[in-house]
């Protein structure tokens, strides 16, 4: 227990016994039910100390017997104690503590108004019946508290999946386009350029692995780094790739992350599907009506239109990248262009 915690029993303790001077030697049971039930509802972490202290304040209104005069000062500390405590409960505890501490909130008030003098039987109803007003928005407030709490739960699972799905999209990504020049690379016993390719497919999945053990990435590629893919492109091939893009237009980290990657795809798609292809142009342009990043991936495939799509199974070709693109408020095409293949991906610029 932490000195700060000790403190606050000290000065909850000194509290709960000031009523002592007004209600006698017999007041000490209900000071203690005071001090308990104040100390629980602010340091309890399970159900059981906070049913015991409710317990403690339902026997005291059985077994007190106090001297016949207005309530001591230590009563509405109780009652705030046990409303506080039946919020906390509602929120994060169990069905029968709920029941057990509720039950003590609404019978607190009898036990002072039952020992005045007179017929206080109508007064004692009218306060049983506020007391239970209370407890009842009191496990409505701890209920919605609940009921967000869960929603704020599904919120961050859902989070983390998608950000797992985006990291094993990334992998294949940034991996596959490696792996295939490696293999291209391979063919054409160009050792020095299986060298570099297998050395950025390593860094590549090391950093996968790393954010997927919760480690920050802080290389995050973008729509900057195209040059220097259409460049190892060209280099581990027969295909030439050439760029077109004239100035590196301004794009938010998703949009830029987002074009990366279609032009990455796009281009392991010519390695794996149009090996006869000789000529890959990447062409990325600023339309201005309305502000729009148009990025096109063309190749001259060299021989017969194919029949399908150029996308990989499982969702994470060009297909799960559509996806993308579209959750940012762009679109992505690709289909047969004269005797080869275009991709086309608008994003937003700015």
Request: aromatic share 2%; glycine share 10%.
């Amino acid at each position: 227990m932490t000195v700060r915690r000790v403190l606050l029993l000290v000065a909850v303790g000194l509290l709960g016994l000031c009523g002592l001077p007004l209600t006698g030697a017999a007041g000490i049971v209900p000071a203690v039910a005071a001090v308990a039930v104040v100390a629980v509802a602010v340091l309890a972490r399970s159900a059981r100390p906070a049913v015991a202290a409710a317990l403690v304040s339902v026997l005291a209104d059985v077994v007190y017997q106090g001297p016949p005069q207005p309530p001591a000062v230590w009563a509405p500390f109780e009652f705030v104690a046990l409303t506080v405590l039946l919020v906390v409960l509602a929120r994060r505890g169990p069905a029968y503590a709920v029941a057990v501490v509720g039950v003590a909130v609404t019978a607190l008030p009898a036990r002072m108004s039952l020992h005045v003098p007179g017929d206080r039987v109508e007064a004692t109803v009218l306060l049983v019946a506020a007391a239970f007003a209370v407890a009842v928005c009191a496990v409505g407030a701890g209920l919605h508290l609940r009921l967000g709490d869960h929603r704020r739960r599904l919120a961050q699972e859902r989070a983390r999946r998608e950000h797992r799905l985006d990291l094993a999209r990334d992998l294949h990504d940034l991996v596959a386009h490696e792996v295939t020049g490696i293999v291209v690379a391979a063919q054409a016993a160009g050792l020095a350029d299986i060298e570099a390719a297998g050395l950025r497919a390593l860094e590549a999945m090391d950093r996968m692995v790393g954010t997927l053990r919760g480690a920050v990435s802080q290389r995050v590629h973008g729509i900057g780094d195209l040059p220097d893919v259409v460049r190892r492109f060209s280099s581990t091939g027969t295909t030439t790739a050439k760029l077109d893009m004239p100035e590196i237009p301004a794009m938010s980290g998703e949009a830029g992350k987002a074009a990366y990657h279609v032009v990455v795809e796009a281009l392991t798609n010519v390695r794996r599907h149009a090996p006869a292809a000789t000529v890959v142009t990447v062409t990325v342009r600023v339309r201005r009506q309305p502000q729009r990043v148009e990025l096109e991936v063309r190749d001259n495939g060299g021989g017969p239109k194919p029949s399908g799509p150029r996308t990989n199974g499982g969702g994470t070709g060009l297909a799960g990248l559509h996806e993308r693109v579209t959750a940012l408020g762009g679109d992505l095409t690709a289909g047969p262009h004269a005797t080869g293949w275009q991709v086309t991906c608008h994003l937003p610029a700015g």
